[in-house]
C-alpha cells in the first residue's frame, strides 16, 4: 500500500525507531482496523475548526517526533466539551 510505504520510508529517513500516534493510525486505517477519529492541526485556529467537525468532546494531543509518552509533557487535554 502506498500509504503504508511512504509513512515507513519518512520513519526511515528520519532515523526514528517509533511511528507518531497519527502515522500509526494511518496504517492501520489503510489496513480497514478501526480507530478513532483524528485530524493533525498546526495552530489552535486549525484545531478548533477540526473539533467542529468531528464533534466533541475532543482530545488535544502533542505531537513531535521528540516526545514519546505525551502525557510525561502535559501533552495531552482530555474531556474538552466547546471550543
Known sequence: ???????IEK???E????????????ICEAYG??????????NIKE????AN???YPVVFKII???IIHKTDVGGVILDIKND
Open 1 to 7: 500500500m502506498e500509504i503504508v510505504d511512504e509513512i
Open 47 to 50: 484545531a478548533i475548526k477540526f
Open 53 to 55: 467537525e468531528i464533534g
Open 33 to 42: 482496523i478501526p480507530i478513532t477519529k483524528f485530524k493533525v492541526a498546526k
Open 64 to 66: 513531535s517526533p521528540d
Open 11 to 13: 520513519v526511515r529517513t
Open 15 to 26: 532515523n526514528r525507531k517509533y511511528l507518531m500516534e497519527h502515522e500509526a493510525k494511518k
